[in-house]
Structure formats: structure tokens, C-alpha cells
């Protein structure tokens, strides 16, 4: 940007050098918007004039920048040609021009060729005595050098890392940062000039070197920890390099548990330093550093309270901003900030309001939420549709914690939803509306209601259709379910196609779980065979043959959301039209494998995970989809087996500092099971051939069929055994024994060649192989799980009573019970009231070969000796695999 406006302040002097149109003038427009790359390569030529015009080629050379950071195609003929021109610039002695030159040999170092011959240029600037070109020339001659020359400049670079004037030095030091990628081995040689340069009095060369001794000793962890000991007793007057050293710290603290306690008493004695950049940083350290109580938080809140009453909207943004994060894992430790904070509701920058209302409504007490609600009414229309949502989000959050103050917030969101807003906003309103809904059985009746209204006038057809599917499933849970047919109904009359579609199915979803209901609702439906669209008169016709059939058909075809991967369902039917001799029999949905993942986004939870990774996590779901395309490339492997059920997460069977790593997965077909174990030798002086895994069982019931081992496994190269085994008669359960069975040949460490053609054989004792119920199962939630069970009246029932002696609670019980059996817990409920001494949830899944199972789990406590008991009902049109599921607890 500087060097634009240099170059803008030249043709203000000079209407002959170039000349702006008229319309940019008045508009004060980009000069450099209309420029052509190939009459901008044509004014290159002047750099071969004599004498050279400075004016002139800064002007043309900041045209050639703006080209090549606007992405604009030089051929490397071109760029080369003017590269050479450039360097005829050398001649000139104005400054300005100088040190476009620079700049210009590091834009078209990339794409031109033959750019090392102005090493030696750049290396007698380098050492020359205008300081003015000795940090540019630095900078450009260590982005051109490669590893093979750099030995050439190692004693300039040393002279220049250590130098008086603070530019060259920290030139010297961030090209050396940048040397390490491909030089590293030389750039260590200059640890002692580093370490020198560590303690010279420049802030920025503080920094940076403090920066290149890192990155040198960032491979040993002790030196690591020297460095940090060493600078920490003192020696860094640098601010900036203050605020690095802590970064350095806090993460040697995340990295070890079992830490050097100095670590994070430097951090604390940050807090009383004079600089409000090195206490900041300090504070916001020490409040994200892992299994810190509020004792040891207090010092760092305490500064972040005392920032918030501080005249600088910096200062009071980043405090509120931290202590908004700290409030999620320790609302009690920010309650002495809430006096400050609610100042701050008034504060004339809008983020920082928005801020401390979250940070309030997250560490609120319940008797605060009136008079917060309140202060949230003024100040909500001011601010813009993203802070609002803010807002949202964090009411949703003490929804979560004081649920009983519904009363409170659902008519505060009410008005809101009524307000102009974009799509984003209200969507983020009807979410938190659904979430409390769904999750607070005293506040559905009002949260409906609020919906109920939203959609008589609502302009976004999504947020109607996502109401109505609510309703469709929330609706027969009331009272009065016939009060929200008017509601509904309206929306086949006066929506637009999507919404009445949706319209529709939400009135038969009533209809099949209200039979009292169900011959209004078949005259309503029978209105809509005349619709003018096709989807909705589809529906309407669909529905009404449907409801007239059994339960267990209403309930799959009606209730029930598609069970099945549509990728998986996809390969299956091209599979089944591929397959000419599959043509005699019907294509059978349970040959397709379902998909515990819902096949619509699910409504946000009242409970947001606001500490969640910002990386994807890995679920059994992934897994499933995964390994499926890539079991099917392993020639011969599942021939015959059929589709893929499940696929599990992989379980390591050795520590992560074992000279070989394994983890097993396991994939489970209809009647096999494949079990994957993914090897890695960290051994760089060893070369794995024939790796195989040998399994034993104590029962004598499981046995291999066939194994397809590993035929060479280098250094550093994970690669996978699979072994194959049919499930026993009966048996799904098995514990067997695992060893890594391998021959060794010797190698070169650092090239990775076999010393010689001699091997030995060697094994190592891995952990056992668990198979158990759950890996059989595959968890799959019903939306109407009362249909569902007595859809499957028929079917073999078992019910056994247990005495649960390993958990301490209901909630610790349910999850565990969940696990054991493989099952997905419906309509949330395994969420347990607090206060609650009785229970019941009600789980759903899948068992291999495409067996529903349906199971009800009442626990409760004994209040005499506070015992857990359990009395479990589990429902499967196989009678085997109930007995199965039961004999997993």
C-alpha cells in the first residue's frame, strides 16, 4: 500500500507520466484498475535507458507489483526479461528506487528464471555501509539462496544477525526463520549470534531472535525448557518478546501435565508487569491453560475486571472478550466482574456490549434474569442481525441452566422473532425455540404456541417447513393435539408449495399418532387431492392409503425418517440392477446399511458445546462411510460377505511410544467380521517384512478364515492387516488374544537401504480384542418411539432386573447402559431432571441383518442404601437377538 501511494504521489507531479480518467478522479478510484500486463511488460524497456529515470521506473515496477499480487498470468519469458532489466537498476543511486528493487527481486524470484546472478549484488549491499539497503538486501538474498549456497553467506549472515543497527539484525533474524525450512542444519550453527542478539536492546530483535531460538530448539523438549527458565528469571526487557515467552510456556504446560511449576509462576508474575500488552497476555494465558481451579484463576480475573473500567476500547474489548470464554468452564470464578460488566451494557462500542450481555447472561444468578431480560429489551434493537445472534445463542445457554425461567425468556425470543430481521437471525431464534421445546416438557405448550404464531406470518418458507416437522412430531405429546390442526391446515391453504407439502405430512404425522383424530384428518387430507402441485397432492393421496393400513406400517412408512445412507442406498440398487440373477427376488431395504447420522441437520441443543474442538470429530458414522469404499478396492477381501453394517473407531493396542504402534478397527458384515489392524514402525533402523497378526481364543469358538498380512512395512509408513472371521452360532462376544508376528531386516537409518539380505523373526504381544453386543448394533433413534413399541406387539419381549454396583448415579447409568447395548436413546430421553430419583429412557437400534431393536430402561435409586437398580424390556421381531441384547448387561 506504501508503495502505491508513492507511486500516486509521483503523477500528481507528472500529468505526463500518466494520466487518470476523469471518472476516477471524482471517484477516487483504484489508479491502477485498467492496467494491461502486456503494456505494462512494454514500459519495462526503460530500465535499459540511459540515464536511468527514477521517477519513472518506481512508477512502472509498482505497476508490475500491483499485476502479480492481483494473480494476473506472466509468462516466465517475460518476467525473466524484465527481471533482467531490473537488475540494470543497480546503477541508480536514489533511494526510493533502491529499495523497489529489492522488492522486486523477491516478486519475481518465483517466476522468472536465472534471478541467483544478483547474489553478488545483493551480498556487497548486504555488507556495504548504507544501512538504508542492508536489511532489504538481507531479506532478498536469503529468499533466493538454497541450502547448497548458503554456506557462501554463513559468515555475512552471523556479522549481520549480531549487528549494532536493529533493521539489519532482525533481518538477519526472520530470514533465518525462514532459512530453517530448508537450511535447518546451517541456521543451528548460529545459535550462539542468536543468543547474543536475544539479549541486545531492541524490542523487535528480542522478538525475532527469541522466535529463531525457538524454532532451532524446538525439537528437545529439555532445551525447550532451559530457554524458557533462562529468559524468564530476566534478561527480556522486550514486550513483545515477553508476550512470545509466554506463549512458549503455556503450551509446554498443555504439552505435560506434570510440568516445571516455575513455567506458571512466570506467567503469574506477568500479571504485575508494567506493560499492558505482557499482562494481557499473561491473564489470557493463564484463564485457557487446562485443569486450572478458580483459586489459581483469581490473579488473572482480578486483571481482566480491573480492564474492564479502562478508558481504552481495546483494552475493555479484550478483557470482556476473555472473560466471555472463561465463563463457559468457570461461570462462578467470573461472578466478581459482574458489577463491571453490566457498565459495560451501555458502552458506545457495540461489541463490547454484546460481550459483557453474553458473559451476564452465562454467569447470571436466577434471580438476576428478570432485570437482565430487561436491560437486553433497550439495547437488543440497536445492535445488528451477528451480534443478535450472539444474543440468542447465550440465552439459550441460561435457558439450559435455569430452565424453570422459561416463563421469562420464551416471550423475550417471541418478540424478537417478531422484529425485522434477516434468515440467519430468525433461524437462530426458531432453533433456540425448538431446543426448549424438545428439552422442557413445562415449557412446550408455551414454546409451540410462540411457533404456532411465528408461522401464520412468516416470510421464509425453511423456518415454516422446520416448524411444521415440529409440530408434526411435538404436537400429539399435548393435551390437545386437535388445537394445532387449524394451524397446520393454514398452511396448506395459503403457503407455497414447499410449506404445504410439509403441511401435509405434519397432519398425517398428527393422524398416526392420534387415532381419536385420524378421520378429521383423512377429510383434511382428501381437501388436498385437488392442490395444483404434484408434491403435495402425491403426499396427500400416499398418506391416506397409508393410514388405513397396521400399525407397524403407519409407524415405518409415516413416522420413521429414512434409515439408510443415501450413498449406501445408491450402490446397493446399482448393485441390485447390475445383478441380473438378483432380479428373481425383490430388492430387501435391510440389505442396505443404515446410518446412525440423521439424515436432516438436527435443531441446536440448549446445551451448545461452545468448547468444542475447532476440528472435526471423528464419529463411528465417518468411520462406516470410510472404510466401505475402501475395504471394496482390497481385491477378494469381501467377496460374498455382503454389505457393510458397521465400522468402528480404531482402539490402539500398544502405548504411542512403543517401538510399534497398532489399533485395531472392526468392520462387521452380516455374518463376518474384519478386523483391521493399522501398524506403524518407528523403528528408522529397521525394515518390517511379512507382518501378520496371529490371534488365539480361550473358548475355542472364533476362527480365522483368511488373513491378507502385510509385505513390507518401512520406517514411519503406517499400513493395515485384515483378518477376516465368520461369527460363531449364536456368539456375538469374544475377548481374543493378539500378536504381531514379522521378520527384521537391518537398514540404513538415514537412507532406509537393507544393510544386507539377513533377516530374524521377532513378534510383540499386543492387547487383547474385545468384540462385544454393542459392535453388533448400530444406534439409530426413533423420532415416535410409543408407535414404534407397540408396532412391535408381536414380537419376542425379554425383561431381566439387574443391580448396577459400578455407577453412582442415573445419569452415569443411562450412559452406561446405552453403551453396553449399542442403543441410541429416543426423544432425549436420556436427559435426567435434576432431583430425580426414578428414571426412564427408551433406546433404539439396529441389529446386524437388519433387526430393529427397541428396549425401555427404567433405573432407579434406592433410597436406603442408594443403590441403582435397573429393569430392562427389550423388544426385536427375533427372539435371539432380544436374549442377545440382554445378555450384554
Not at 571 to 582: D, I, K, L, M, W
Not at 766 to 772: A, F, G, P
Request: proline letters at 4%; glycine letters at 4%; one cysteine or more.
Amino acid at each position: 500500500l506504501c508503495l502505491r501511494l508513492i507511486a500516486f504521489e509521483s503523477t500528481m507531479d507528472s500529468n505526463t507520466e500518466m494520466k487518470r480518467e476523469k471518472k476516477d478522479e471524482e471517484s477516487g478510484g483504484n489508479p491502477y484498475a485498467k492496467l494491461d500486463v502486456t503494456a505494462v511488460l512494454q514500459e519495462c524497456r526503460a530500465f535499459n535507458e540511459t540515464p536511468i529515470n527514477a521517477r519513472k521506473c518506481s512508477i512502472i515496477l509498482t505497476k508490475l507489483f500491483h499485476l502479480v499480487q492481483q494473480g494476473d498470468n506472466i509468462g516466465r519469458t517475460e518476467a525473466t526479461e524484465a527481471f533482467f532489466g531490473v537488475t540494470k537498476l543497480w546503477q541508480s543511486k536514489d533511494a526510493t528506487l533502491r529499495r523497489l528493487v529489492y522488492l522486486a527481486v523477491k516478486v519475481l524470484s518465483t517466476i522468472s528464471d536465472d534471478v541467483i546472478i544478483v547474489t553478488s549484488s545483493l551480498t556487497k549491499d548486504m555488507t556495504g555501509k548504507e544501512d538504508a539497503y542492508r536489511a532489504p538486501a538481507i531479506r532478498a538474498l536469503c529468499l533466493i539462496t538454497d541450502a547448497a549456497m548458503l554456506q557462501t553467506i554463513e559468515r555475512y549472515m552471523k556479522q549481520a544477525i549480531v549487528d549494532r543497527n536493529q533493521a539489519v539484525s532482525s533481518a538477519a533474524l526472520v530470514s533465518s526463520i525462514h532459512l530453517m525450512k530448508k537450511a535447518g542444519d546451517v541456521v543451528r550453527r548460529w545459535a550462539n549470534e542468536v543468543q547474543e542478539a536475544a539479549s541486545a536492546d531492541g524490542h523487535m530483535v528480542q522478538l525475532h531472535a527469541l522466535a529463531l531460538l525457538y524454532q532451532i530448539r524446538s525439537n528437545d523438549r529439555l532445551a525447550v525448557n532451559k530457554l524458557v527458565q533462562k529468559f524468564a528469571k530476566g534478561g527480556m526487557r522486550s514486550p513483545f518478546a515477553l508476550c512470545y515467552l509466554i506463549r512458549i510456556a503455556k503450551q509446554l504446560i498443555e504439552e505435560d501435565d506434570q510440568a516445571d511449576s516455575s513455567f506458571f509462576q512466570f506467567i503469574d508474575s506477568c500479571l504485575r508487569h508494567k506493560s499492558e500488552m505482557v499482562v494481557y497476555e499473561a491473564a489470557s494465558a493463564m484463564v485457557s491453560l487446562p485443569n486450572t481451579s478458580p483459586s489459581e484463576l483469581a490473579p488473572a480475573i482480578s486483571v481482566l475486571q480491573l480492564f474492564c473500567s479502562s478508558p481504552k476500547p481495546a483494552l475493555r474489548f479484550a478483557a470482556v472478550r476473555t472473560l466471555n470464554k472463561v465463563s463457559v468452564k468457570h461461570p462462578q470464578a467470573v461472578t466478581s466482574c459482574n458489577v463491571d460488566l453490566e457498565k459495560l451494557i451501555t458502552d458506545s462500542n457495540r461489541s463490547i456490549a454484546t460481550l459483557a450481555i453474553t458473559t451476564l447472561l452465562k454467569t447470571g444468578a436466577e434471580s438476576s434474569v428478570e432485570r437482565l431480560m430487561k436491560q437486553i429489551s433497550s439495547f437488543v434493537s440497536e445492535i445488528s442481525d451477528e451480534f443478535k445472534i450472539v444474543v440468542v445463542e447465550a440465552i439459550r445457554a441460561l435457558i439450559a441452566r435455569y430452565p424453570r425461567k422459561h416463563t421469562v425468556m420464551l416471550p423475550f425470543l417471541a418478540n424478537m422473532l417478531r422484529n425485522d430481521g434477516g434468515f440467519e437471525y430468525k433461524r437462530e431464534i426458531v432453533d433456540t425455540l425448538i431446543a426448549i421445546v424438545e428439552e422442557n416438557p413445562d415449557a412446550r405448550l408455551a414454546g409451540l404456541a410462540q411457533l404456532c404464531e411465528f408461522i401464520e406470518d412468516c416470510e421464509h418458507p425453511a423456518l415454516a417447513t422446520k416448524v411444521l416437522h415440529l409440530l408434526g412430531r411435538e404436537a400429539p405429546k399435548t393435551a390437545n393435539p386437535h388445537a394445532y390442526i387449524r394451524f397446520v391446515y393454514n398452511r396448506v391453504i395459503l403457503e407455497t408449495t414447499q410449506v404445504r407439502a410439509a403441511a401435509v405430512s405434519a397432519l398425517a404425522k398428527i393422524g398416526a399418532q392420534c387415532p381419536q383424530l385420524r378421520p378429521s384428518i383423512e377429510g383434511l387430507l382428501k381437501n388436498c387431492l385437488l392442490d395444483s402441485e404434484d408434491e403435495v397432492r402425491d403426499r396427500a393421496t400416499f398418506y391416506l392409503s397409508v393410514l388405513d393400513m397396521g400399525p407397524s406400517i403407519v409407524n415405518s412408512l409415516v413416522l420413521d425418517t429414512l434409515q439408510s445412507a443415501p450413498a449406501a442406498l445408491e450402490r446397493a440398487a446399482a448393485e441390485y440392477v447390475e445383478n441380473e440373477e438378483a432380479h428373481s427376488s425383490k430388492f430387501d431395504l435391510k440389505s442396505v446399511p443404515v446410518c446412525s447420522a440423521p439424515m436432516a441437520k438436527k435443531a441446536k441443543t440448549l446445551l451448545t458445546e461452545e468448547v468444542a474442538p475447532a476440528k472435526e470429530k471423528k464419529t463411528a458414522a465417518n468411520a462406516t462411510a470410510a472404510a466401505a469404499d475402501r475395504l471394496s478396492q482390497i481385491e477378494g477381501l469381501t467377496n460374498g460377505l455382503g454389505p457393510l453394517f458397521k465400522s468402528t473407531l480404531p482402539v490402539p493396542l500398544t502405548d504411542n511410544v512403543n517401538e510399534y504402534t497398532v489399533q485395531c478397527s472392526k468392520h462387521i458384515f452380516g455374518n463376518h467380521v474384519i478386523l483391521e489392524f493399522e501398524v506403524k514402525n518407528t523403528l528408522n533402523d529397521q525394515l518390517l517384512e511379512q507382518v501378520n497378526v496371529s490371534l488365539e481364543d480361550a473358548e475355542g469358538e472364533w476362527k480365522v478364515l483368511r488373513q491378507r498380512p502385510i509385505a513390507r512395512l518401512p520406517y514411519g509408513e503406517p499400513s493395515s492387516i485384515f483378518v477376516l472371521l465368520p461369527f460363531p452360532d449364536g456368539v456375538v462376544q469374544g475377548v481374543l488374544g493378539a500378536t504381531l508376528n514379522f521378520k527384521v531386516k537391518d537398514v540404513d537409518p538415514t537412507t532406509g537401504e537393507p544393510e544386507s539380505d539377513d533377516t530374524y523373526d521377532d513378534s510383540y504381544v499386543l492387547e487383547e480384542v474385545e468384540l462385544s453386543v454393542s459392535d453388533s448394533v448400530q444406534p439409530l433413534a426413533k423420532a415416535s418411539f410409543g408407535p414404534a413399541w407397540n408396532g412391535l406387539e408381536e414380537g419376542e419381549t425379554v425383561e431381566e432386573t439387574f443391580s448396577l454396583s459400578t455407577v453412582s448415579s442415573i445419569h452415569e447409568a443411562i450412559k452406561k447402559v446405552c453403551g453396553l447395548l449399542g442403543l441410541a436413546p429416543c426423544e432425549r430421553s436420556d436427559i435426567v431432571p435434576e432431583g430425580r430419583n426414578r428414571h426412564a429412557v427408551m433406546m433404539s437400534g439396529v441389529f446386524r441383518g437388519g433387526f430393529e431393536v427397541l428396549a425401555k430402561a427404567n433405573v432407579a435409586i434406592d433410597p436406603s442404601d442408594n443403590s441403582i437398580g435397573l429393569n430392562l424390556l427389550i423388544r426385536s421381531p427375533n427372539p435371539t437377538v432380544s436374549e442377545i441384547l440382554a445378555s450384554a448387561i
